[in-house]
């Protein structure tokens, strides 16, 4: 057998596995090994004991070190190729053209800097290329995307804004502001961003709102524990939903507006059925293990990734609008979630709470922000790997996340060459993300 080990080396690891072997009450064996290797006292003393007692120790956990550094290289090098790979001219004129498989990159396509307070909140408007941003000092500003301008500061709340949400009726665009001091404010683009209403009703700050698909109704998230379904038009709370035992972080509707998601400090993931005239908890789901901070439902484009994620033979009609389900947490984890309750998937990969998520419109991605300062976007389609990251995207934690709506074309077109009419609506997709942080900074990405 041919020698690894120098002379020298090999007398530097017979002296520190005698020393561990003594150090760790095993005189006889040390003993044993000593008069085989023929180390007597004048070779091998209480000093040189001493001195050479935890070097093995220090060298395995060193080895341990190296090699968790080496798995971490490896895998950063994967990661590096499978972008080169796909960084091709070819690749990159296809992606350019190809808005389903459009990614943000830095940098940034616009920073706008002009709140005084943390950023909490970013919503886009449905139509204009319109965002609003809400911050911890209860101030909204109103922006231009595409110009990158400021266009309006909205005051009237009294505490931090934690959210905001552009939806209503058929017709008329509201946006909906909700914040600490207890109260949602609902303001009119068309008239100067106006405030028409106030709901109040909540007995603690109100963490979350959004518009149902409808338009007419408002559902809110509070740190009372509870969900309230407001009407838009008289500002009346319909419906009060009890179940959760802490603050209640989100709130999410479903694209149909028959279901609600919601989650927050007490660990739990939450779907309610609010189409009949009380609120039935039909799941809740366990898993994280700290709060969650947000929840989402994925569109209907996602659901042949999804699918194969969660082992199905073939994936739900897109017709079905609340299948699956996508919620991150403080734990650093993102889990997905099929419409039994069950957990599908665990996204591992962030260092730090995780503040948002958004599916691409295309489907075939799930991007995430948390607060160690990265934006991820995760392929659904190669078993949930991070295939995307942009480390270091605001000098602080990243609070929220929003993709533009899509553009819904010719949704009620008429019958040409001998179609049916009302067919399938042609859908736009806007290639632009938005970023908010704690650095009081809002960033624009698009293509």
């Known amino acids: 057998m041919s020698r690894i080990l120098s002379s020298r080396q090999a007398e530097e690891l017979h002296k520190s596995i005698i020393a561990y072997l003594s150090a760790n009450s095993l005189p006889n064996t040390a003993a044993v090994l000593r008069t085989e290797l023929g180390l007597g006292e004048d070779v091998f003393d209480a000093t040189t004991a001493t001195k050479y007692e935890t070097l093995l120790e220090k060298k ?28 091709t001219p070819s690749s990159l004129s296809r992606r350019n053209q190809d808005p389903t498989s459009w990614l943000p990159s830095k940098p940034s396509r616009y920073t706008l800097e002009s709140h005084q307070y943390e950023i909490s909140c970013v919503a886009f408007h449905p139509v204009y290329s319109t965002i609003a941003s809400g911050d911890q000092g209860s101030t909204i500003k109103i922006w231009d995307w595409e110009l990158g301008e400021l266009e309006k500061t909205i005051k009237g709340h009294t505490e931090a804004i934690t959210g905001v949400d552009f939806g209503g009726p058929k017709g008329h665009i509201l946006l909906a502001s909700c914040s600490s001091d207890m109260t949602i404010k609902l303001w009119d683009p068309a008239d100067g961003y106006k405030n028409t209403r ?22 809110s998230a509070s740190r009372d524990a509870t969900l309230r379904i407001w009407d838009v038009t008289t500002g ?23 279901l609600v998601l919601s989650t927050g400090d007490d660990q739990t993931v939450r779907l309610w059925n609010i189409s009949g005239s ?35 033979q073939k994936p739900p009609p897109t017709s079905s609008t609340s299948e699956f389900m996508a919620t991150g947490s403080r734990d650093k984890t993102i889990k997905l979630w099929d419409k039994r309750g069950i957990c599908f998937k665990t996204l591992v990969g962030h260092d730090n709470w995780v503040r948002a998520l958004v599916f691409h419109p295309g489907g075939k991605y799930l991007l995430s922000v948390a607060d ?30 929003k993709w533009a709506p899509v553009i819904v074309k010719d949704k009620d077109r008429p019958s040409t060459n001998g179609e049916a009419g009302g067919g399938p609506p042609e859908v736009q997709i806007r290639c632009v993300v938005a970023t908010g942080s704690v650095d009081k900074k809002l960033k624009i990405f698009s293509r």
């Open 236 to 258: 009346y709370c319909v419906k009060t939903i009890r179940g959760h035992s802490g603050w209640v972080r989100d709130v999410c509707p479903s694209p149909d507006g028959s």
């Open 60 to 87: 395995w956990t060193s080895v341990i070190r190296l090699q968790k550094k080496i798995m971490d290289l490896e895998s950063r090098i994967t990661r590096l190729q499978s972008e080169l790979d796909n960084a």
């Open 372 to 401: 160690d300062k990265a934006l991820r976007c995760w392929d659904l389609s190669q078993d949930g790997k991070c295939v995307k990251e942009l480390p270091k995207l605001h000098d602080h934690f990243v609070s929220c996340l």
């Open 198 to 219: 106030t709901l109040s009703g909540h007995d603690h700050t109100i963490s979350a709102v959004s518009f149902m698909p409808s338009g007419n109704m408002l559902v």
């Open 278 to 312: 009380q609120s039935e908890n039909k799941l809740t789901m366990f898993g994280h293990e700290n709060f969650i901070d947000c929840c989402i439902f994925a569109p209907p484009s996602s659901y042949q990734y999804l699918a194969s994620l969660a082992g199905l």
